[in-house]
T-cell receptor, first 111, second 113 residues
Framework: RKEVEQDPGPFNVPEGATVAFNCTYSNSASQSFFWYRQDCRKEPKLLMSVYSSGNEDGRFTAQLNRASQYISLLIRDSKLSDSATYLCVVKWVLTGNQFYFGTGTSLTVIP | NAGVTQTPKFQVLKTGQSMTLQCAQDMNHEYMSWYRQDPGMGLRLIHYSVGAGITDQGEVPNGYNVSRSTTEDFPLRLLSAAPSQTSVYFC????????????FGPGTRLTVL
């Protein structure tokens, strides 16, 4: 069983659309949660941390549901530049604060 | 700041050869780690270090060695390359704290024939 599971997609959406990604994690002791963005053949970069109360950064909104052990990312008013793979990441205290990555969800925004 | 740098960018090895992937960071981060990324698997932790002189194994350490003699450098050694080690390798560093942001290097694409 994978520690972090994501729908790999691909998601193909038109510009201006709203798109949502979900991610589930297996260990209830997970401490911290993040969304990273990875462009094709590039390194991952932090998009945003995910807080228990939910948080927003411009067109991006992240939510955490600890009871159901899932994390979501909502992108509003999609831009062509949002095309990338989005990685769901959790940190577990009990394994030395290691980070566990989902396989990623691929998004393509179409003109 | 250069951030996290990795060399080489690309490498082709024959089975049984050894090599060292270099990683350096200039942000004075204590925590450094090596990941490999394979299709359909996500990034998996190979080894990590919480400071100079301290290293530990991650999820997939077999076939790899690391050392951390300075805060800046964290090389990854492949002892005897195998085709199963064909992958993209990322080095990352971070400062522990509330945000836990990881900074990744540009990656090394390794092919073992």
């Amino acid at each position: 069983r994978k520690e972090v599971e994501q729908d790999p997609g691909p998601f193909n959406v038109p510009e201006g659309a709203t798109v949502a990604f979900n991610c589930t994690y297996s260990n209830s002791a997970s401490q911290s949660f993040f969304w990273y963005r990875q462009d094709c053949r590039k390194e991952p970069k932090l998009l945003m941390s995910v807080y228990s109360s939910g948080n927003e950064d411009g067109r991006f909104t992240a939510q955490l549901n600890r009871a159901s052990q899932y994390i979501s990312l909502l992108i509003r008013d999609s831009k062509l530049s949002d095309s990338a793979t989005y990685l769901c990441v959790v940190k577990w205290v009990l394994t030395g604060n290691q980070f566990y990555f989902g396989t990623g969800t691929s998004l393509t925004v179409i003109p | 700041n250069a951030g996290v740098t990795q060399t080489p960018k690309f490498q082709v090895l024959k089975t049984g050869q050894s090599m060292t992937l270099q990683c350096a960071q200039d942000m004075n981060h204590e925590y450094m780690s090596w990941y490999r990324q394979d299709p359909g698997m996500g990034l998996r932790l190979i080894h990590y270090s919480v400071g100079a002189g301290i290293t530990d194994q991650g999820e997939v350490p077999n076939g790899y060695n690391v050392s951390r003699s300075t805060t800046e450098d964290f090389p990854l050694r492949l002892l005897s390359a195998a085709p199963s080690q064909t992958s993209v390798y990322f080095c990352a560093s971070r400062v522990t704290g509330r945000t836990d942001t990881q900074y990744f290097g540009p990656g090394t694409r390794l092919t073992v024939l």
